[in-house]
Nanobody, 123 residues
Framework: QVQLVESGGGLVQAGGSLRLSCVAS????????MGWYRQAPGKQRELVAD???????NYAASVKGRFTVSRDNAKNTVYLQMNSLEPEDTAVYYC?????????????????WGQGTQVTVSS
């Protein structure tokens, strides 16, 4: 089983920056696309940014130019650098990974989510 653990959330003033990290561990064979999603109170969870294993990135229009997603395949880690934060960015941020992992001693694909980390941007 693969687990994802996020870190780096917190409280920041508008215009500030935060860097989120998400580390994968467990019975990993390989990690495919990894991404960040967020869910604000009363809203649906939405994609913020994702990155393929080879480094191709994809961003939501609302964060393009302010956020940067990156990964370190050797460390099974994905990052989200968030700059010029706005109060509208306040949400719980979740990490997600497409996995190839060992299940019952056989390779199997998976779709794993982290527990989330709170990001609060004050005005």
């Amino acid at each position: 089983q693969v687990q994802l653990v996020e870190s780096g959330g917190g409280l920041v003033q508008a215009g500030g920056s935060l860097r989120l990290s998400c580390v994968a561990s467990g019975s990993i064979i390989s990690l495919n696309t990894m991404g960040w999603y967020r869910q604000a109170p009363g809203k649906q969870r939405e994609l913020v940014a994702d990155i393929t294993r080879s480094g191709t990135t994809n961003y939501a229009a609302s964060v393009k130019g302010r956020f940067t997603v990156s990964r370190d395949n050797a460390k099974n880690t994905v990052y989200l650098q968030m700059n010029s934060l706005e109060p509208e960015d306040t949400a719980v941020y979740y990490c997600r990974a497409g996995t190839l992992e060992w299940k019952n001693r056989k390779p199997a694909t998976g779709d794993v989510w982290g527990q989330g980390t709170q990001v609060t941007v004050s005005s």
